[in-house]
Structure formats: structure tokens, C-alpha cells
């Protein structure tokens, strides 16, 4: 069973404001701030008021053609056995090669090798976890040549081959769509709605003619458009929003929380 409802991103800096903020359904934390054994007392708070805390992965780099880092994985899975999470996620990815990590999500090509070592992966992941993983689509600022396949069908091959569910960020779709030139009618039409687990919306700002996917600004209103397009054809179980930075106060935060559970409604 995934998150239902509207949810927020955890993070220590707001642990208090996500505490205090009503009506969040679900929370989601990034798992490699989590230390073995040492879950933040807030996250405890949450656990006992029943609300779900999902791990989310950054550094599992599943489109890596190097081997799965199991120690990463299990990481991930000790810290969803801490939470009791019912899924966790990471990213449609790779962030390491050659022994070094570019500190960032570089988007895997959307070649039928490419799709070959991201499943072998996802596979070798998921023996490990105990639990269903989502992978997220991301932003990016460049795109592989000679690509074989759309997004739509390289994420639905990999939801197919592997069984995994999808973690939809419309927000990196966005992103995308403005500065790649990204049609996300196509994408929406094309990918299996019934395996998103829930959808990711986030705010940026542009410089230069470029969409910067900040996860530090407001979201913009095409962005909770988007999410309406999205909900139109097949309503997610749960949405949430993420900020990293430059924190907002708790009226802005509830604000943004409002428009979600709004668009989803109707």
C-alpha cells in the first residue's frame, strides 16, 4: 500500500514546521541523511501519530554501468525497516563512473543497452529491499544522442521488465518540457498511470532562457497545471511537495499544500 493524500518532503531544517503544518498524510526523507539506528526524534513523532515515512534514495545510481553498490541498497533497506515504510524510491539515473561521482542526477540514454544494465540493476536492487521501488523521472539540461526509445517507453519497459512503480515529478517533466522541448502530452499518454505509487511537484526559477529545477522556490502555476492535466486522465494516490532550501514560513508552505489537495479534488 502506497502513500494516499498529500504529503511533504522531510528535512531537519523544517522538522518542526512539518510537525505543525495539518493535514500532511505522508512524508518523505531522503535516506542517506538517515545514520543507521538513528532516526531523528521528529520522524518518531510522526511514526506515532501514524503518518508514513517514505525513504527516498539518491546515490543508488541504477543506470550506472558499474555494479550495484549493495551497500547503498541495504542502507536503503535498513532505513525502511526503521520506518515501517511500505515502498521506498530513487531516481532513473546514474551519478557515478569511472570511480567518480558527479554530485548530481545525469540522465541515463534512452538506448536498449542502456534500458539492459537499468533493469539488471532495478533487479539486483530489489532482491535486496524487502519492499516495492519507485523510480522517479528527472530533470535534466542535456539529453543523449541517437536515443531508441521515447521516456514513455523506456519507463514503461522498465516498469514492465522489472515490475518496479513509477515516481512521477511533474515538475522535472516541466523542466524538461521547457528546456528540452519535451511534448508531456505524449508522455502522460504514453506511460502506465496505473504504476505511479505518487507524484512529486517542486518549484524552480529561470536564468538565462533556462528552467533551474531549485527545489529552493515556488511552484509555479504551470507546474500545478500540469498536475491537473495529470489527475484528468488518472488521479495519483498521493502528491508531494519537495523544498531543499530557502525555506518559506509555515503559512507558504500550507499555502502551496492547499493548491494540491485542491487540483486533487475534483
Not at 121 to 143: F, H, R, T
Not at 147 to 175: G, S, Y
Not at 188 to 203: F, K, Q, T
Request: charge should be negative.
Amino acid at each position: 500500500m502506497g502513500p494516499v493524500g498529500v504529503g511533504i518532503g522531510w528535512r531537519s531544517e523544517i522538522d518542526l514546521t512539518v510537525e505543525r503544518l495539518p493535514g500532511v498524510d505522508f512524508v518523505e526523507v531522503v535516506a542517506e541523511n538517515i545514520h543507521r539506528g538513528e532516526l531523528p526524534d521528529s520522524l518518531r513523532v510522526l511514526r506515532s501519530r501514524g503518518v508514513p515515512v517514505l525513504p527516498h534514495a539518491v546515490s543508488l545510481s541504477l543506470g550506472g554501468a558499474d555494479p550495484v553498490d549493495t551497500a547503498r541498497v541495504e542502507h536503503l533497506a535498513e532505513v525502511a525497516a526503521m520506518v515501517d515504510a511500505p515502498l521506498v524510491s530513487d531516481h532513473v539515473c546514474f551519478v557515478r563512473a569511472g570511480g567518480l561521482d558527479s554530485g548530481h542526477l545525469m540522465p541515463v540514454p534512452r538506448t536498449r543497452a542502456a534500458l539492459a544494465v537499468l533493469t539488471e540493476n532495478v533487479v539486483a536492487a530489489q532482491s535486496i529491499l524487502g519492499v516495492p521501488l519507485a523510480l522517479e523521472n528527472i530533470a535534466a539540461l542535456l539529453e543523449w544522442p541517437d536515443a531508441e526509445l521515447t521516456e514513455a517507453q523506456f519507463l514503461t519497459e522498465l516498469a514492465e521488465r522489472t515490475e518496479c512503480l513509477l515516481l512521477l515529478d511533474v515538475a522535472n517533466m516541466w523542466a524538461n518540457a521547457r528546456n528540452l522541448g519535451h511534448d508531456i502530452d505524449a508522455l502522460l499518454d504514453g506511460l502506465p498511470l496505473e504504476r505511479v505509487a505518487y507524484v512529486h511537484v517542486a518549484g524552480g526559477y529561470e536564468h538565462d532562457g533556462v528552467y533551474h529545477d531549485s527545489h529552493a522556490h515556488p511552484v509555479p502555476q504551470e507546474v500545478f497545471d500540469l498536475l491537473a492535466d495529470l489527475c484528468a486522465r488518472r488521479k495519483p494516490p498521493g502528491v508531494l511537495l519537495e523544498r531543499d532550501d530557502h525555506y518559506p514560513a509555515d503559512e507558504d508552505f500550507a499555502a502551496e499544500l492547499a493548491v494540491i489537495r485542491a487540483v486533487l479534488a475534483p
